[in-house]
């Protein structure tokens, strides 16, 4: 089963989304125990890793996000979500949730379009 990942669209600059991840047939012991993760790719660039959160809520940024991006997890609604503000254009990219688990197996889920105006 593919994580979703929605909450995408377009902002001007200065704006902010609220992206969310779920897996529909995720059971909560998985989802509490594996470290979830955002990433995005811009168009002719690589896949990067921006935000993490761990099995004990701790989390870590890239540095072109940090202080602006928030990764946070609610562990009843087994969903991951990333508030984004002061969005940049920079910001433009297909984002994508995933975990450690599924990471090593290879596996990605649908992305989300940000595309943010100047």
């Known amino acids: 089963v593919q994580l979703q990942a929605s909450g995408g669209g377009v902002v001007q600059a200065g704006g902010s989304l609220r992206l969310s991840c779920r897996d529909p047939?995720?059971?909560?012991?998985?989802?509490?125990?594996d470290t979830w993760t955002w990433h995005r790719q811009a168009p002719g660039k690589e896949r990067e890793l921006i935000a993490t959160i761990t099995a004990s809520g701790g989390t870590n940024y890239a540095d072109s996000v940090k202080g602006r991006f928030t990764i946070s997890r609610d562990s009843a609604k087994k969903m991951v979500y990333l508030q984004m503000n002061s969005l940049k254009p920079e910001d433009t990219a297909v984002y994508y949730c995933n975990s450690h688990s599924r990471i090593n197996r290879g596996s990605w889920g649908q992305g989300t379009v940000v595309t943010v105006s100047s």
């Open positions: 047939r995720i059971i909560s012991s998985v989802f509490n125990s």
